[in-house]
């Protein structure tokens, strides 16, 4: 069974979800990427497209970023902020219920990220769609999922076309206008519900926009 993401989805989805359950999404810590990826870069404005939970966005809050965050659930946002009132640096936060395949900011960002998302849209669509939200000389950061036949990603079975590589995202991207840093694929694993293990086939490139 695949899904279209749309707003109705994503309420099911987190009302269905318990505030602990594992992963980024629930109330565990961000992934391991972004520590790694945007630890040594300096905090300004960034904007976490597709928060969910809000475990990327109140680190980077936590670590001195002003921060946006934008979620089509808003479910999720409320979650989120409660969170967030708990775990540091709220001030940093923006909140923002928003479709982010037709909603756009007002302004660029230092960084973008995203981190498992998957938006009403194609997903290669979606990160060329974010990406136009780097200010020069800023940071885009995506992680995503690259699903092999039957995988369950998070609990749901994302479609074909929610499945990326690193390589398909990296040709996209114009050598004149990007500098690649990171264009890798690791699998790791996470403690799912009833204590199951869940091998998760990660897909995380980071690149500064030169111009």
């Not at 036949?149 to 206008?177: F, Y």
């Not at 690649?180 to 699998?187: D, K, P, R």
Request: hydrophobic share 40%; glycine share 12%; net charge negative.
């Amino acid at each position: 069974m695949t899904h279209g993401f749309d707003k109705d989805f994503w309420e099911r989805h987190w009302q269905q979800r318990g505030a602990g359950d594992p992963g980024s999404m629930g109330g565990n810590p961000p992934n391991p990427y972004l520590a790694r990826e945007a630890g040594g870069l300096t905090p300004g404005t960034a904007l976490d497209a597709g928060c969910g939970g809000g475990a990327e966005a109140i680190w980077l809050a936590s670590h001195g970023w002003h921060v946006t965050a934008a979620d089509i659930s808003s479910e999720a946002l409320a979650r989120a902020a409660e969170r967030a009132a708990t775990s540091g640096a709220p001030e940093r936060l923006r909140w923002v219920e928003a479709d982010l395949s037709v909603w756009s900011p007002d302004a660029q960002f230092d960084l973008v990220m995203t981190h498992y998302a998957h938006p009403a849209m194609s997903q290669l669509e979606f990160y060329d769609r974010i990406a136009g939200w780097v200010a020069p000389g800023g940071t885009l950061l995506i992680v995503g999922h690259l699903n092999t036949p039957g995988s369950a990603g998070h609990g749901h079975h994302p479609p074909a076309e929610a499945s990326v590589t690193s390589a398909a995202i990296t040709t996209r991207m114009d050598g004149v206008e990007w500098e690649i840093v990171t264009a890798e694929e690791h699998l790791r694993t996470l403690t799912g519900h009833g204590g199951r293990a869940v091998l998760l086939h990660d897909v995380v490139v980071r690149a500064i926009r030169r111009r």
